[in-house]
């Protein structure tokens, strides 16, 4: 799925997904790259990527069903 300006998939720099957390809950994230969005598994949300912003908004964000979430992703970074 593109992220829907120029047809070019989204991605999310790893540093910045290390600090970004679902503004309801304040838990982690995991990039979803197909479909250029970045999940809430507490939430339960899929907030959109658009032209590589994340849409960290949650009348913008997506419902998603369990059979939606993907499997537990490690998170980028971790201990140094």
Do not use: F, H, N
Not at 22 to 47: F, Q
């Amino acid at each position: 799925m593109a992220d829907g300006r120029d047809g070019r998939k989204a991605t999310v720099d790893p540093k910045l997904l290390e600090l970004l957390a679902c503004p309801l809950t304040k838990g982690p994230l995991t990039w979803d790259p197909e479909r250029s969005e970045l999940i809430s598994r507490v939430a339960k949300l899929a907030y959109p990527v658009r032209d590589g912003i994340p849409i960290m908004l949650p009348s913008e964000a997506r419902p998603i069903s369990p059979e939606d979430m993907l499997p537990p992703q490690p998170r980028l970074g971790g201990p140094s």
